[in-house]
């Protein structure tokens, strides 16, 4: 049996992996949990798991779950001391990645340099620091699985080959909400509107780097980094249907996909089960019944920000940071009505160009280079 550590327990991805823990309660039980401010739902994860081990985002907040926990005798703790700990604890074998946003990117790391098998689902931390993830992994020999479905599906398709027989890896993207939607009328959609995900149930800011296609930027330079694979051998295509996750091209000219529902708990399970697969979670999937499966280009002047993720992949690798900050600051604007959502890419590009690249040395550079392009970011937000 497998302990687990779950970061970012209370989010979706969080909540998908403790559905898989339960699903396949002879493999795994779960040793820490790690979470924000949803104090209630951290509660009754752990009355009903039982960690040894939970971390919330901060003192206010372990007050809070104390005050409401009548569960089994456990340790809390909080803050990103507190997910750090939780990242490395003795007895995880397993540690799902799932905190948001750059604030998972100190646990992440710690659990790599633990040696940890490291289920990512926290994209920026490969985005902003591939290198120094890689780097630890090797060091430690930490095992680094993608949860993400497109990695996911490349790291499958790619199980057995060679990587000189590969020429090109192919992510594919729902579209978001407004894959149909014309240019000339994406300025004036509201915050509700690119919430209205057609396809997966996630987190405010992912949902919204899903409308902007963002999320395929990020995804490529996090591909990138996994699979070693230079900005040529990147490319994107637009699947509504999204059952086939990734596509790889072979050398031959022979192309393997991966497909599976749409349903996080089918990469998630992989994740913690690789190289063995168990029993299905949900349904398989039935072919018959989805009957077409579409593809088209992404639509560059429409979504221009999967083309400043290329820039980025390009250069040293402070473009990285500086690109996910900027569009973590942006999407926070938007969230909060302070701008457009046109603006998005409006502030990412902004940062782009008034930034100069260089390569970030360690955690404490890259935390420094982040900051600067927040700031950065702040001069195009109103």
């Not at 599906?153 to 057995?160: K, T």
């Not at 782009?352 to 900051?371: F, K, M, P, V, Y």
Request: charged fraction near 25%; proline fraction near 7%.
């Amino acid at each position: 049996m497998k302990a687990l550590t779950i970061l970012g327990s209370t989010g979706s991805i969080g909540r998908n992996a403790l559905a898989v823990a339960d699903h396949l309660p002879s493999l795994f039980r779960v040793a820490a949990l790690a979470a924000g401010s949803n104090i209630g739902l951290l509660v009754e994860q752990a009355v009903k798991h039982r960690p040894a081990l939970v971390s919330t985002g901060d003192e206010a907040g372990a007050r809070e779950f104390l005050r409401l926990y009548r569960g089994p005798g456990l340790r809390v703790v909080w803050g990103p001391k507190g997910a750090e700990e939780a990242a490395v604890l003795e007895e995880a074998d397993i540690v799902v990645s799932a905190i948001s946003g750059l604030g998972g990117l100190r646990a992440t790391l710690a659990a790599a340099g633990a040696g940890k098998r490291l289920a990512l689902a926290n994209k920026e931390s490969m985005v902003v620091a591939g290198r120094l993830l890689r780097e630890e992994a090797k060091r430690s020999g930490a095992d680094i699985v993608p949860v993400d479905s497109e990695h996911s599906g490349v790291f499958q398709c790619l199980a057995g080959v060679r990587r000189e027989e590969v020429r090109k890896i192919i992510l594919t993207a729902s579209g978001g909400p407004f894959f149909k939607t014309p240019a000339e009328e994406l300025e004036g959609k509201s915050v509700e509107e690119a919430l209205a995900h057609p396809r997966w149930a996630m987190g405010p800011k992912v949902t919204i780097d899903s409308a902007t296609m963002m999320n395929k930027g990020l995804e490529l330079i996090e591909a990138h980094w996994l699979f070693d694979a230079g900005p040529d051998e990147l490319d994107v295509l637009v699947h509504p249907q999204s059952i086939v996750h990734s596509l790889v091209e072979m050398r031959d000219g022979s192309v393997l996909a991966q497909l599976s529902p749409t349903d996080m708990r089918f990469p998630i399970q992989y994740a913690l089960t690789h190289p063995r697969r168990e029993p299905p979670p949900l349904p398989s999937l039935n072919l018959a019944a989805v009957r077409s499966l579409e593809f088209f280009p992404p639509d560059p002047e429409k979504f221009p920000l999967i083309d400043q993720a290329r820039r980025a992949i390009e250069e040293p690798s402070s473009f990285s940071i500086a690109l996910n900050a900027g569009n973590e600051e942006a999407v926070a604007a938007f969230l909060d009505g302070r701008i457009r959502f046109t603006d998005i890419p409006r502030v990412v590009m902004g940062v782009l160009d008034s930034h100069r690249g260089r390569e970030a040395d360690d955690l404490e550079d890259i935390l420094r280079l982040d900051s600067d392009a927040r700031r950065a970011a702040a001069k195009f937000i109103p």
